[in-house]
């Protein structure tokens, strides 16, 4: 059984370090596996990218072609992720034409492959959400308030609202998937149960079989070591209790939280004795903007860390992780914090209750109560025995649920289940 992963990348973002995760592991597994991508990052002989140079640069081109002269168009804000996936890429055909007995998909927005390309992979198809994308319209994450009108498949825009946006490419983006998708043989994975729930309810995929597997995650590279000697390879003050806050457009993006991030550091910071908050920052690392000393709890942004070696270092270095965020998948940073032992505290939203188990592992607070974040940042800073014990938790949580041999032995059967519906042998690995 020949497994081919397809992605828009091999590095890069969270959903595409999943994916080649995944990959990996099933090859440290002995599955056979490759992965086939449009911005190739890695040297992995195991993963295929553009053959030509003119091939490279289409891949490149093809989503400012596209999303460039429609940003805008129809009132969403600049900074929503959204992909139309129009212009062909010709991938279907090398799809078609592998070896591969089952199709992975992940993360193929910008442009990765077109919608019509995809409804035409005549091979069974194995699609994990990495989020909204599959199954709305053309965001990757719906505004909360819109998710009622993505469920009922985008029914035209009342009056009111086309005055002010004519264009409603979602409406058109979500007809087209309706027309290519009708006959594919597709099998849908949510990472996490929100995200499961979400697919089943929609129009696209509310007629589709969906399981529930998350992510995984090496172990082995991500695991509790030395706090002080990972500062010092970082550059982090070594006496400090430090906050951790990662992702990528963190500071731009509003799903990602920073803003209420912000007003709970601060009142942590109020809280705080002076002795302290001598010893108090937060660290962020992706593309979120810093602070200088002076305006409260001093912030540090340390820029992109996308390397497994230097993520699992960085986790090492802090004392507990906060994902603010207020819309989410199954985020694969609160993953990683867990697996090196550190715990998290998030919004109880999305699939964070798949991470964090409240009280064993972090915490949860309700969305938007910003003086709870700040109440159980507060405490875990300043209880060493309660940073232990969650820490500790959270590691056995990470062992528990996302180590490969749970994860893996999900996708195999799932994979023979495909094939035999399909009618086809499922060989052993």
């Not at 207020?326 to 209750?353: H, K, S, Y």
Request: aromatic fraction near 6%; proline fraction near 7%; hydrophobic fraction near 40%.
């Amino acid at each position: 059984m020949k497994i081919l992963h397809v992605s828009r990348s091999d590095g890069g973002g969270g959903a595409q370090r999943a994916s080649l995760r995944l990959h990996r592991a099933m090859l440290g597994a002995g599955m056979p596996s490759r992965m086939l991508v449009v911005d190739r990052k890695s040297d992995d002989p195991t993963v295929t990218g553009p053959s030509s140079l003119a091939a490279r640069l289409w891949g490149m081109i093809r989503p400012r072609l596209v999303e460039t002269p429609l940003k805008g168009l129809d009132g969403q804000p600049p900074w929503a992720t959204r992909s139309f996936n129009l212009l062909p890429t010709g991938m279907h055909r090398v799809i078609n034409a592998s070896d591969a007995d089952i199709v992975h998909l992940h993360w193929v927005g910008n442009e990765t492959i077109s919608i019509r390309e995809i409804g035409r992979i005549e091979k069974p198809i194995v699609w994990t959400l990495r989020d909204m994308w599959p199954f709305s319209g053309s965001l990757h994450y719906e505004a909360i308030d819109a998710e009622t009108r993505q469920r009922a498949g985008y029914p035209p825009l009342p009056m009111t609202r086309r005055t002010i946006a004519p264009l409603d490419l979602d409406r058109w983006t979500h007809r087209r998937k309706l027309s290519a998708w009708r006959d594919l043989d597709l099998h849908i994975v949510g990472l996490s149960h929100w995200i499961a729930e979400a697919a089943r309810q929609s129009e696209l995929f509310g007629h589709r079989p969906v399981t529930r597997i998350p992510n995984t995650i090496d172990l082995e590279r991500f695991h509790p070591r030395n706090r002080a000697t990972a500062r010092q390879i970082i550059g982090l003050p070594e006496d400090a209790r430090i906050i951790l806050f990662g992702a990528v457009g963190g500071g731009r993006d509003p799903r990602k939280g920073a803003t209420l991030l912000y007003r709970a550091l601060d009142e942590v910071w109020q809280a705080l004795a002076p002795d302290e908050r001598a010893r108090t920052m937060a660290v962020l690392y992706g593309s979120s903007v810093g602070r200088a000393d002076g305006e409260g709890m001093p912030v540090r942004a340390l820029g992109r860390f996308e390397d497994d070696a230097s993520l699992a270092l960085l986790h090492a270095a802090a004392d507990l992780f906060v994902a603010p965020s207020v819309q989410e998948n199954l985020p694969n940073t609160v993953i990683e914090a867990a697996a090196c032992g550190r715990p998290a505290i998030a919004f109880d939203i999305g699939g964070m209750p798949d991470v964090i188990r409240h009280g064993e592992t972090g915490f949860l607070v309700p969305l938007g109560d910003v003086s709870a974040l700040a109440r159980h940042l507060r405490d875990m800073l300043v209880d060493d025995g309660l940073r232990e014990r969650l820490g500790h938790g959270a590691r056995r949580h990470a062992e528990a649920s996302f180590a490969p041999q749970h994860v893996l032995p999900a996708y195999a059967a799932l994979y023979a289940d495909v094939l035999a519906a399909r009618g086809r042998a499922a060989h052993k690995w």
